[in-house]
């Protein structure tokens, strides 16, 4: 991809920044735009090399258009990332709101009781993590529990949660 009219005039490009809808259709037309500015050094290069053959290395122009890419990359890459990150927390939040719900139902099914008896969430989430032991009945010496779950990770989950009756409840909110 030149240019949007698919010449390779690199004048061509009237109203070329309005085809732009995503961010990967930006990054592919900066790189054509690096290019073509290299086609053109490389063009303006081969008319000085006849004067200066001896020339090695970058030129400052030549750098500083380097430190530019560089710099507008690492714009667009950060914020993103930063996202992706909070992102990815939220969801592995809902994920462990999920199945600590999963554990605490399945251990009242089987006759353990792991809510705490005041209500409170916080109460709850270290009574599930640390678990109970079912005595008696067909999963006699069942252990119910999530000792994987860091105590960094339990403050994110209680905004999921919910305690209705003696029941925990999952909400998708």
């Known amino acids: 991809m030149l240019n ?5 005039d690199p004048h061509d490009y009237c109203c070329f920044f309005s085809y732009l809808k995503t961010k990967s259709d ?8 690096i290019a073509i500015i290299v086609t053109m050094k490389t063009a303006s290069n081969n008319q000085s090399a006849r004067v200066n053959r001896n020339q090695k290395g970058m030129s400052l122009v030549e750098l500083l258009l380097a430190i ?5 990359i690492t714009a667009i890459v950060i914020p993103n990332f930063a996202f ?29 009781n792991l809510i705490d008896p005041s209500g ?3 109460k709850t989430i ?4 640390v678990g109970g032991v079912v005595s008696g009945g067909i999963l006699d010496g069942t252990h119910f529990g999530l000792p994987s779950l860091s105590k960094d990770s339990r403050g994110d989950i209680v905004p999921f949660l919910s305690i209705e009756g003696d029941i925990l409840v999952y909400n998708s909110n």
């Open 4 to 8: 949007p009219h698919g010449t390779g």
């Open 26 to 33: 930006f990054i592919i037309a900066f790189a054509d735009i």
């Open 68 to 72: 530019g890419v560089l710099a507008i």
């Open 84 to 112: 992706a990150t909070d992102a990815a927390d939220k969801s592995s939040a809902r994920r462990n709101a999920q199945s600590l719900v999963t554990i605490a139902n399945s251990a009242s099914a089987a006759g353990l």
């Open 120 to 122: 409170d969430i916080s």
């Open 126 to 129: 270290d009574i599930i993590v």
